[in-house]
């Protein structure tokens, strides 16, 4: 066989073109990985803070029940590589995990430069062959496989995983090439959107609150009154508006809609206390502490910044005292606290979007195998499917345990 003839060729070295390359060539096959950066992985070394967010601590069913109905697409891909496959893998590689608070399973070196290197590790003793900064300009199905067309050469290859990802982060080389190929197939692609994003908000002052983390809200979108998502964790204010796990987790709702500038957020600040336990807190407070600015008194729930700030979305002056804090101010201030309302313009788009929602349509995808339905010698992984989770390691997942599945299943033809 020559330089230029392979069976299995892998177009996108990330997450899942790293693991579905580097299982094929475990299982004896000649495989090439192509990758248009100069190096792999780079949204590998980008993500969870640059300490990469492995997986999430659950069993496989945790892992597609995260994912909504769409989640059953990964049954065999779970089966073929667990979570628990998964840490096993990575400290198999000396990559010791830890599990946080939040469920999020991280490297204990908070290193993700350590992650890649251990699956690169695995790829160079797999015996597949990477071959960087060569881009994959054109694909053509052939009667024994597929010519492939690089700036430098021209390639054949009886098997084709693609692993080009989404169109998330495009500074890192997910431009959406993926899409122009399975469309060229035959394939549909849902139209792709940025998820895990942060969102805008048409609220001046959120800027000014910029830095200040909440560790525990629970909000909704909402089309009129009619919620679209709801979820409840850390919140961040940003000078573009708003962050932070629960705001990533319902951004794909914003990003999806025709018109995201008719939508809004709702916020509880104290998702932990009942809203008749808040009034009588700032009644009590009231008759005892009166002399007490009001702001100081919240601030015994919310840091002093965020309690300015809701004194005046209530309508108060912020160095407002606690004494004769009469039922209908009550009222409003406990509104701005545990169902603030922030009209929404939109989110930051690709750029700034850990995920993409969207792509090839999975009805289109053999679930047991990741062979396309349209092209049986092609396989597809990771990002460029149809299918993302909330944030916290699951999209990573999906990614191993799917490149892993096309890997194998690529091999074995």
């Not at 080389?173 to 060229?184: E, H, L, N, P």
């Not at 998820?195 to 002052?205: D, E, Q, R, S």
């Not at 000078?239 to 914003?254: A, C, E, N, T, Y």
Request: glycine share 10%.
């Amino acid at each position: 066989m020559s330089e230029s003839d392979w069976d299995v060729a892998v177009i996108g070295a990330g997450a899942a073109g790293l693991m579905a390359a580097l299982r094929a060539a475990d299982l004896g096959r000649r495989v090439l990985l192509l990758e248009k950066n100069r190096r792999p992985g780079v949204k590998i070394l980008m993500s969870g803070g640059t300490r990469c967010n492995i997986t999430h601590a659950t069993d496989n069913r945790g892992i597609v029940e995260a994912y909504g109905p769409p989640g059953r697409f990964l049954h065999s891909a779970l089966a073929a590589f667990s979570v628990q496959d998964t840490i096993d893998f990575f400290e198999g590689e000396g990559v010791l995990t830890k599990v946080e608070e939040t469920g999020k399973v991280f490297p204990v070196s908070n290193k993700a430069a350590d992650v890649l290197d251990a699956l690169l590790r695995r790829l160079h003793r797999s015996g597949a062959t990477l071959a960087l900064g060569e881009p994959v300009l054109d694909l053509e199905r052939r009667e024994s496989g597929f010519s492939l067309s690089t700036p430098a050469r021209t390639l054949s290859a009886r098997r084709i995983i693609l692993t080009t990802g989404g169109q998330s982060y495009p500074g890192s080389g997910t431009t959406g090439d993926g899409y122009t190929f399975a469309g060229k197939f035959g394939h549909t692609i849902v139209p792709p959107r940025p998820a895990l994003v942060p969102i805008t908000v048409g609220v001046p002052w959120v800027a000014q609150l910029r830095g200040l983390t909440i560790p525990d809200t629970a909000l909704r979108v909402l089309e009129g009154t009619r919620p679209l998502a709801s979820r409840r964790g850390s919140l961040l204010f940003a000078h573009f508006g708003l962050s932070g796990p629960v705001i990533l987790d319902v951004s794909r709702v914003v990003s999806g809609h025709a018109r995201p500038e008719s939508l809004t957020l709702e916020i509880d600040f104290l998702p932990a206390v009942k809203e008749p336990e808040l009034d009588e807190f700032l009644r009590a407070e009231s008759l005892a502490s009166g002399k007490k600015q009001l702001a100081v008194v919240l601030s015994d729930h919310l840091p002093r910044r965020l309690c300015d700030a809701l004194l005046a979305a209530s309508g108060m002056p912020i160095d407002r005292r606690a004494a004769a804090l009469s039922k209908p101010d009550r009222a409003k201030l406990v509104q701005s606290v545990k169902r603030l309302r922030l009209p929404i313009k939109g989110t930051l788009g690709f750029g700034k979007a850990e995920v993409t929602a969207g792509g090839v349509a999975l009805d289109e995808v053999d679930s047991r195998s990741l062979r396309s339905k349209k092209v049986p010698e092609l396989f597809l992984a990771g990002e460029v499917l149809d299918l993302d989770g909330p944030i916290g390691g699951y999209n990573f997942q999906a990614a191993w345990s799917t490149g892993w599945l096309a890997g194998t299943r690529a091999a074995e033809e």
